[in-house]
């Protein structure tokens, strides 16, 4: 079984940074993208960035100029760059993988970590 741990949320100021790291476990031979969603609360989720294992990267446009992805095949972990921190991004940050296929040859189309809390605020 496959799963997703992420850490490095926390409460950070107004224009400061934070790191968040999420690193997939389990019998994975194969994961062919990872990325980052959040949802603010009273808000839906929505998409934050993505890497695929060839390292493309996507972002939204809420993301573009202050976040940055960056992924480690070999330790299937993806980690999220936030600068320049606003209050709007208060939200938990959901970690994604995308076609996960495991040595055994069981595959998931999308497994999600439980979630990050990012707080910035004065």
């Known amino acids: 079984q496959v799963q997703l741990v992420e850490s490095g949320g926390g409460l950070a100021q107004p224009g400061e940074s934070l790191e968040l790291s999420c690193t997939a476990s389990g019998n994975i031979l194969d994961i062919a993208a990872m990325g980052w969603h959040r949802q603010a609360p009273g808000k839906r989720r929505e998409r934050v960035a993505g890497i695929t294992s060839g390292g493309s990267t996507v972002y939204s446009d809420l993301a573009k100029g202050r976040f940055t992805i960056s992924g480690d095949n070999d330790k299937h972990t993806v980690r999220l760059q936030l600068n320049d921190l606003k209050p709007d991004d208060t939200a938990v940050y959901y970690c994604?993988?995308?076609?996960?296929?495991?040595?055994?040859?069981?595959?998931?189309?999308?497994?999600w970590g439980q979630g990050t809390l990012v707080t910035v605020s004065a």
């Open positions: 994604q993988a995308v076609r996960v296929v495991t040595m055994d040859g069981a595959s998931d189309d999308e497994l």
